[in-house]
Nanobody, 121 residues
């Protein structure tokens, strides 16, 4: 499985961005993560192959994960962005053989290179 993020950039506080992730290969569970400078990656949201979603508390209500299976694309809609959202954002997929287990605490096997999101005040 290969995943490639796009759509990052700079935006002012209160603005919106949509990240995209092109996926080649099969996976029953995809997710978005982010890494703040000097910190480990943290999960934002995950989505399974049936469209079920789960969100971390830090972004719930402002970020929306979705997928377009026909286009093999994962999305992250981000609204009301804050300077504290400035980070590198990653798309990730769980290996197909891990089955339908999908959640915020599960291990993800395939990662993109990340895309920078910068929110200015």
């Amino acid at each position: 499985v290969q995943v490639v993020e796009s759509g990052g950039g700079s935006v002012q506080a209160g603005g919106s961005l949509r990240l995209s992730c092109g996926v080649s290969g099969l996976s029953k569970c995809m997710g978005w993560f982010r890494r703040f400078p000097g910190q480990d990656r943290e999960v934002i949201a995950v989505i399974d192959s049936m469209g079920g979603t789960a969100y971390a508390d830090s972004t719930k209500g402002r970020f929306t994960i979705s997928s377009d299976n026909a286009k093999s694309t994962l999305y992250l809609e981000m609204e009301n962005l804050e300077p504290e959202d400035t980070a590198i954002y990653y798309c990730a997929a769980r290996a197909e053989e891990r089955g339908f287990f999908c959640g915020l605490r599960y291990v993800f096997d395939f990662w993109g290179q990340g895309t920078q999101v910068t929110v200015s005040s």
